[in-house]
């Protein structure tokens, strides 16, 4: 057997230190991170120890902060110490939040004074804001100063790669009048002011702004970094890049759960206890559950016309899934346009004609098409009710669909609560209305 | 009224050039692109002519491919080619798509040679491959040379601030070795050599890799560009950060799009034709409702439990919605951990005794909850039957749920196919079976 073909997991039990360090040094730190994170707590800190110091940093960074605390557990105090004082201030904070508060003591009055004064001040401003996220070091230049002087400036600052890909401009009061790309600074010659080198638009975002506010920017502006400023537009961090994807990615997870009809879990899968992962979908499921005996009495009060059509029982699962899938449809078309910024409220009128439609021609469709082949089994009275009701109930639906993200939003609820398993729950009593009435005036019951 | 609360369509329609020249000044270019898309495509051209050039430029780069064809259309021919000659080529590669042929050719005429080519050779490449999206333009080093010796080839290369954000390191047959900062470049002193700054980790992407492959990996390394390879190796471009974020947002809005059940749209949704909409849900529409089909046999199979006990039928949408949910909330938790890499094949045993146990758990809670409920109208045998379907329902499509991603990524399908509708058409049917043998035998019909 070969070390290719060996996992992680049998080389540490192996307990072969050579065959181990042949391995870590093959692999990538992403993949080394990936591995490691499938091991028990406690055989972690073992293959983290044989890394070379650079690469242990990278491993390191590339964990979540769930990972990352418990890797520390796992280290040795000094280690850890060590290991803590090396990352970036604001994943620093992050880590602060997950690890008891005995150990964040320790580990925090571990660090050089400066350090410790950078991460208290991120964890100072509330959460999921631009401030817990920010890098509260950064290198500023003057519109004045002269593209070396500037660069000079860059090289003194002795900042991370990343904090200086984007040099905010700042007037004497310190706040923030443009930005500076560094290669932009690299290729002017010498003499050229900063001023010459800005970019035409100002892009800022508040310390205390949502932080998703501030990664969208990011990504539409089409930016390495943006200046995090107060309420006085002084300078007090930059948001960068790398931080503003993983930020993007966090709320994609959270909207991604939340259309499935559940609370966002905040550890990866396969570290959430099976409690936890009932917790989250519990109260969803019981309030889904508890608008559904919406459809128990509806059924109760056409309790009649069912005991004299029995046929129509058969085909209540069909209609009411066809307009639950409807529905959802347009609730996540109107959901994602609202989160990407194509759609907003104002364009309401617009999106309730569109969805009122697209909803007709979808019924229409699926009405002819059910109508000769119900009839073949049930005659074509029974057949035009299912037909007529597929119509109504699709218009309906995608016409609510469309509606409740924007109600939501008006409300000011995240419209991703307007979920797939909601919508269905809340067409399913109106749809059963809708074919009950149908049913009567056509069978003339 | 001022300026503020005017929008640019009633400055357009106002026709007074001085009020909209003042409100384009005030306006970012993020809001000018924004607002540009909300006029008729006729009407656009207007205010896009009063901008300046570099302003011009940067409000057309805000605006997705659609709406630059559609900018590019109410241009004249002379700005248009100019416009298109200041873009990007991977930007202009994604424009030549959507324009008509004839139009695309006289644009790529209009181009410089050099440019013209950069162009070509990235529609050479397949649909949504790195290649498509990579920028042909970079400034590669050599390991032995020093940063001043870099630094000056940056400064000769005369590229884009984005592209030289990261410089690929390569050897003598142009292959990649690693990748070096700019930032370690510019403080480091002028005579380390590119060797010495190189990255620990070697990280590139294969030009025929799928895009969103190397988007992830942008993402997952904290880089801020990739180099692009071919099968030796040979470096042939970079991916950069911004249009990694770009491809991870359409991704992501794919996905959310499958997830709710209806083919993604390839528009942004007030663009989209009426007609388009409805054809992009049809399919899958007509799909579930086959699948639904289903539901009538089985319940025409107990229809003559059912006819025994009326009251059965009034908990069929309760009972088969509890199920779509549970299932959904399962699929939707398993699908986004299957996207960010938390989960694998490999972990399908795991997962589904971890589903199974989530579903036991929330099965019990709403059984225990609907029993004293139910028999209070109908009766203790009744409410059992009810209690008991919720448990082994429950169970089920959390099962389900875990189980069908795993089952679509083995079988080669996106994971994301297996949507909250497909879920729930899926354990409709077997929920009705479920729910009519227990009454069945609890009843003793």
């Not at 009061?173 to 001023?195: E, M």
């Not at 503003?244 to 550890?267: F, H, K, S, W, Y």
């Not at 909803?359 to 074509?380: H, K, Q």
Request: hydrophobic share 50%.
């Amino acid at each position: 057997m070969t070390t290719d073909t060996l996992t992680l997991q049998q080389l540490v039990r192996g307990q072969d230190p050579h065959r181990l360090r042949a391995w870590l040094d093959e692999q990538g730190a992403l993949d080394i991170a990936e591995e490691l994170v499938r091991l028990e707590d406690e055989d972690r800190a073992v293959p983290f120890r044989l890394l070379p110091k650079d690469r242990a940093l990278a491993v390191f960074e590339a964990l979540d902060p769930i990972h990352q605390k418990e890797l520390l557990e796992a280290l040795g105090e000094i280690d850890a110490d060590q290991l803590f004082g090396q990352i970036d201030a604001d994943d620093r904070a992050r880590l602060i939040e997950e690890v008891p508060a005995t150990v964040a003591r320790r580990l925090l009055a571990s660090l050089p004074a400066d350090s410790r004064d950078n991460t208290n001040r991120l964890l100072g401003y509330p959460e999921e804001s631009v401030g817990r996220t920010m890098s509260p070091r950064y290198a500023s230049v003057r519109s004045t100063m002269t593209a070396a002087d500037a660069l000079a400036k860059v090289r003194r600052a002795g900042l991370r790669s990343r904090e200086v890909l984007l040099l905010p401009v700042t007037d004497d009061q310190r706040r923030v009048v443009g930005t500076v790309d560094l290669p932009d600074l690299v290729t002017a010659s010498p003499g050229t002011t900063v001023g010459e080198l800005t970019r035409p638009d100002v892009y800022s975002v508040r310390v205390d702004e949502d932080q998703e506010v501030g990664a969208r920017l990011v990504q539409e502006a089409d930016l390495v970094a943006l200046p995090v400023v107060d309420t006085e537009d002084r300078l007090l961090g930059v948001l960068t890049v790398d931080d503003a994807m993983e930020i993007i990615e966090l709320e994609e997870t959270e909207d991604a759960m939340r259309a499935g009809g559940l609370e966002p879990l905040d550890v990866p899968y396969l570290e959430a206890t099976v409690l936890r992962l009932a917790r989250k979908r519990a109260v969803w499921l019981l309030v889904l559950i508890i608008a559904a005996v919406l459809t128990v009495n509806v059924l109760g009060f056409f309790e009649d016309t069912l005991e004299e059509v029995l046929a129509l029982a058969l085909f209540i699962p069909l209609l009411i899934d066809t307009g639950g899938n409807s529905g959802s449809q347009a609730a996540t078309v109107v959901i994602r346009s609202m989160a990407v910024g194509e759609v907003r409220l104002s364009d309401l009128p617009r999106i309730l004609r569109r969805e009122l439609v697209v909803g007709l021609l979808l019924g229409l469709m699926l009405g002819i098409i059910a109508v000769p082949v119900v009839s073949i089994f049930f005659g074509l009275d029974f057949a035009l009710v299912i037909g007529s009701t597929l119509l109504v109930i699709c218009t309906w639906a995608s016409f609510s669909g469309g509606l409740l993200p924007l109600v939501a939003q008006r409300l000011g609820v995240d419209p991703a609560v307007v979920s797939a398993p909601v919508i269905t729950t809340l067409v399913d009593a109106t749809g059963l209305i809708i074919y009950f009435l149908i049913a009567r005036a056509v069978l003339g019951i």
